[in-house]
């Protein structure tokens, strides 16, 4: 279900004026220039500069009144320079000739008077991506929408929250969210590139029931073209059947049981497996998966792809943030690990090469090589049989020099494969290594939750703390 919008515009550099952008690509280009040639002049060794620009609109209601109405625009020049081996940053929202020189002077005294690092600087050349492959991956929708609409939306959103049940007495608001920008960067080694994305969102929080009884639960919808979003009916009917479901949860004793976590936090799990398989926490030597480049961690039927080049994916680029090409590959195959995430610096650090993935990893995918076309999550809660459905967590529980794993959380007792009543105030615990190991099925409900997809995911055993 999609809220069509008329005005959803979409195009790359020469749609940007239109996006109400205050600099162009060629402003942004210039400064660049302007930068490099003066860290030049200064006598650095190898220079790069970013020039960015953002603007958007975020709205929100509750329980049918107007909130807030905030508009953001801002802009930035970082640098960064080097004097061989030495290293030295700085940033400007001034983009006159006379703040940038001041800028480059700033980052390269910095530069001359930081200690020697022998793994600092620039890409290798042979990694930087070419102008021929920067693909246009229709990462840029502006939203040509105002306050007024944006309040119209969420006032919906809202509204059809309301309206499932009587007993969604409450709100914590609903709010609307359209976010633009741009930028160019270029160094030393011969990269120049840039583009310009959008991202924009729908979301509501309706609270059920009253007293120390109620329950509140949320849902949101988030694309890079305003014209994918969810209606905003579809969002609040969601977002309060789930508040609904959640009434009169209890707790339960402790126990040892299979976990099941719904799709958006199953996300989760395959984000601490990319933060601790990560350059950083490894040439740190602070991660539990240290030195498991083709060992076993996920069980065996799990794999993990990533793609860069997925259309409008929100973790889609054709290079890096520091110019590397990006490129598909296999991250996880048959449950082995096949490669890290590294940026040049981590991978020097490492003595291994960069796998393009400075700023993060791009649209990651985790799969199973049992799971059929109908397994969705009544097919899940089946496959979990008797143990606990998980839809929220509460914490920071995860310590990942370790693994261990501990967090507050919400959800259902699931007995014979039907969920038997809500729970709460119970706590799950475990450690990230069994964890993935014992990952006994994927769902086919997959869910998209930022730049990775994955659907539920049935743990095979767990500590679950309650009475």
């Known amino acids: 279900m999609k809220d069509n919008n008329p005005r959803a515009r979409s195009g790359g550099t020469a749609a940007t004026k239109e996006a109400g952008f205050a600099w162009k690509r060629s ?16 006598g650095a060794t190898d220079a ?35 004097a061989g081996n030495r290293r030295g940053n700085a940033s400007t929202s001034d983009f006159s000739r006379k703040a940038i020189e001041q800028t480059v002077q700033a980052a390269y005294d910095i530069a001359r008077f930081t200690a020697e690092d022998p793994v600092a600087g620039l890409p290798d050349r042979e990694d930087i991506a070419a102008a021929h492959e920067h693909v246009d991956l229709d990462l840029f929708h502006a939203w040509d929408i105002d306050s007024a609409e944006a309040a119209e939306l969420a006032l919906r959103c809202e509204a059809a929250a309301f309206a499932v049940d009587k007993r969604i007495t409450n709100s914590e608001g609903a709010g609307v969210s359209a976010q633009q920008s741009h930028f160019y960067s270029g160094h030393t080694h011969g990269f120049r590139g840039g583009y310009a994305s959008s991202r924009h969102s729908l979301s509501v929080a309706p609270i059920a029931g009253r007293g120390d009884g109620m329950q509140r639960d949320a849902w949101y919808s988030s694309m890079r073209s305003p014209t994918e979003l969810a209606s905003p009916e579809a969002v609040g ?39 601790a398989t990560s350059g950083g926490a490894l040439y740190r030597r602070s991660t539990f998966l240290l030195d498991s480049l083709g060992k076993p961690v996920f069980a065996p039927h799990i794999d993990v792809l990533e793609d860069p080049f997925v259309k409008r994916g929100k973790g889609s680029g054709p290079f890096d943030e520091e110019g590397v090409r990006t490129k598909p590959r296999k991250v996880v195959d048959g449950g082995r690990v096949e490669g890290y995430f590294l940026s040049s610096y981590s991978a020097r650090k490492l003595g291994m090469k960069t796998t393009g993935n ?24 089946k496959k979990l049989g008797t143990g606990l459905f998980v839809i929220e967590l509460m914490g920071q529980g995860v310590n990942y020099v370790t693994g261990d794993y501990s967090r507050g959380a919400s959800g259902f007792w699931v007995e014979n494969g039907e969920i038997a009543f809500p729970v709460q105030e119970i706590t799950i615990a475990g450690n990230l290594k069994d964890m993935l190991m014992g990952i006994d099925a994927v769902g086919a409900d997959v869910y998209n939750y930022g730049a990775k997809a994955v659907g539920s995911i049935l743990v095979n055993r767990m500590k679950v703390a309650g009475n």
């Open 48 to 82: 790069g500069a970013e020039a960015s620009e953002g603007c958007g609109l975020s709205v929100s209601v509750r329980k049918g009144e107007l909130e807030t109405v905030e508009r953001n625009r801002d802009k930035s020049l970082g640098i960064t320079v080097y």
């Open 27 to 42: 402003d942004f280009e210039e400064l660049v220039e302007y930068a490099l040639a003066h860290a030049a002049k200064l």
């Open 237 to 275: 009917r969601y977002a309060a059947e789930r508040a609904l479901s959640r009434l009169k949860s209890r707790k339960i004793t402790t126990r040892e049981c299979p976990v099941l976590f719904e799709s958006p936090l199953a996300a989760g799990l395959l984000g601490a497996y990319v933060q």
């Open 358 to 381: 400075a700023g993060g990893s791009h649209n990651l995918a985790l799969s199973s090589r049992l799971t059929e076309p109908g397994d969705d999550l009544v097919q899940m809660l």
